[in-house]
């Protein structure tokens, strides 16, 4: 179904450019975009090649969700196990995470400057909220029953939290993981909007100031293929570590 879907919104896409029925500035033909990809492929576009500007958004992105994985899930672990960590984290976490990361980007360039910090760190915030939140919302779901039924057995605290709590918390961070990368991607755009000379937001950016919508589509694709890899990858490792989910 998901291939048919694909075919059905490629089609479309044939069908509306090959009757004229929207301008070529509007919406290029995918011959077009094609064209444009394999010419920004071999000749680069704004000073980069297409692999530079793919690294750099790649390192800014993985970067900032390696960085909010590390910090947000043992914060969302704490959230979830402990009220005085709830009481401390929960207000700041829910009072930015409804901004949008432009709110408080000109913040972040006047305390940090316009470097790769900023740009990173920017990612770094839009992330870190639903995968804490996530994390927290895991440990929260787990049975007291399951927990009860550790301590009878002996276990320590620590081993409580790593095996019984962390374990079935699990389903919820990855999912937190997954929603995750995907606003890092979109705030990706936003991130590199400042003194950037390469990545595919900058790309896409400096394209639309010169109406190349060629290049646009050909960036938005690129940066959709990206974030659906990780995506598919995230399933998988979903699938091989947590390969109970969604049994009864």
């Not at 010419?39 to 692999?51: C, I, M, Q, R, Y």
């Not at 980007?105 to 996530?134: N, R, T, V």
């Not at 755009?189 to 400042?194: H, I, L, R």
């Amino acid at each position: 179904m998901s291939i048919a879907t694909v075919a059905v919104l490629v089609a479309g896409w044939f069908l509306i450019t090959g009757m004229h029925w929207v301008k070529p500035l509007f919406l290029p033909s995918p011959q077009a975009v094609y064209a444009k990809f394999i010419a920004v492929a071999s000749d680069g576009f704004a000073n980069s090649t297409l692999a530079e500007h793919v690294v750099a958004s790649l390192l800014r992105v993985f970067g900032a969700f390696a960085l909010a994985c590390a910090t947000a899930i043992p914060v969302g672990v704490m959230m979830g196990v402990s009220r005085h960590a709830r009481g401390v984290f929960d207000p700041p976490i829910e009072f930015y995470r409804p901004l949008p990361p432009l709110a408080y980007l000109p913040l972040i360039i006047i305390w940090f400057g316009i470097g790769e910090f900023s740009k990173i760190f920017l990612i770094y915030l839009a992330i870190f909220a639903p995968l804490a939140i996530a994390a927290r919302a895991g440990v929260r779901s787990v049975s007291i029953e399951q927990i009860h039924a550790a301590y009878s057995m002996g276990a320590s605290r620590t081993q409580v939290v790593t095996h019984v709590i962390l374990k079935s918390a699990l389903p919820e961070i990855f999912t937190g993981m997954r929603i995750g990368i995907g606003v890092g991607w979109t705030t990706l755009v936003a991130a590199e909007m400042v003194a950037s000379t390469r990545g595919l937001g900058f790309m896409v950016l400096n394209a639309a100031e010169f109406l190349a919508s060629d290049v646009v589509i050909m960036g938005i694709i690129v940066i959709g293929f990206f974030a659906l890899c990780f995506d598919l990858l995230m399933r998988y490792l979903e699938k091989a570590m947590v390969p109970w989910k969604g049994r009864v």
